[in-house]
Antibody
Framework: EVHLVESGGGLVQPGGSLRLSCVAS????????MTWVRQAPGKGLELVAS????????QFVDSLKGRITISRDNSKNSLYLQMNNLRAEDTAVYYC???????????WGQGALVTVSS | QSALTQPPSASGSPGQSVTISCTGT?????????VSWYQQYPGKAPKLVIY???ERPSGVPDRFSGSKSGNTASLTVSGLQTEDEADYYC??????????FGGGTKLTVL
């Protein structure tokens, strides 16, 4: 059974940094593009970043470029999101998701809540 | 990348059909066949219900169907059931490996 489990969320002050992790199981992790999607409280879904099978191709939403890094370690079945210079508007639940089809994600983690506040 | 446009709300009675629209541009919805739809219950992760405009993942009831005409994609839920009450989001490829989501539609089963 496919599982995606995020960790690393929490409360961080404005300007601070945070690293989210997502551990995958139940499938061959290195066969798939992976994506981070976030959802601010009471708001819709927003794609944050995607990374290809081997980590050589990465895409970031324009509003976050320069402040985030996406990476993966296929030997550990793990996906990461490094976020720097965090702002209040980055407060959201961050989901990792598996891209099984072109521009469609068939498995999602339970989400990690990131709260940016002083 | 601008968000796709969805109606904030939709409703229907049990057994009826309801259609949710998702309007974009020729640079996203109208330009590609890579449109997906997600169902989300409060406090839960999204669930894929349609991909590639009209394909259903295994396990999704055939009451869910998708279509596209021009710059507008649509999700139709037929034979509404109470468990269909949820938020629904569309997503489209927008070129250069970017994807854009819609703002979401809250479906109420009356």
């Amino acid at each position: 059974e496919v599982h995606l489990v995020e960790s690393g969320g929490g409360l961080v002050q404005p300007g601070g940094s945070l690293r989210l992790s997502c551990v995958a199981s139940g499938f061959t992790f290195s066969d798939y593009w992976m994506t981070w999607v976030r959802q601010a409280p009471g708001k819709g879904l927003e794609l944050v970043a995607s990374i290809n099978h081997v980590g050589s191709e990465k895409q970031f939403v324009d509003s976050l470029k320069g402040r985030i890094t996406i990476s993966r370690d296929n030997s550990k079945n793990s996906l990461y999101l490094q976020m720097n210079n965090l702002r209040a508007e980055d407060t959201a639940v961050y989901y990792c998701a598996r891209a099984a089809y072109h521009s469609a994600w068939d498995y999602w983690g339970q989400g990690a809540l990131v709260t940016v506040s002083s | 990348q601008s968000a796709l446009t969805q109606p904030p709300s939709a409703s229907g009675s049990p057994g009826q059909s309801v259609t949710i629209s998702c309007t974009g541009t020729s640079s996203d919805v109208g330009g590609y066949s890579h449109v997906s739809w997600y169902q989300q219950y409060p406090g839960k992760a999204p669930k894929l219900v349609i991909y590639e405009v009209s394909e259903r993942p295994s396990g999704v009831p055939d009451r869910f169907s998708g279509s596209k005409s021009g710059n507008t994609a649509s999700l139709t839920v037929s034979g509404l059931q109470t468990e269909d009450e949820a938020d629904y989001y569309c997503c489209s490829y927008a070129g250069s490996r970017y994807q854009v989501f819609g703002g979401g539609t809250k479906l109420t089963v009356l």
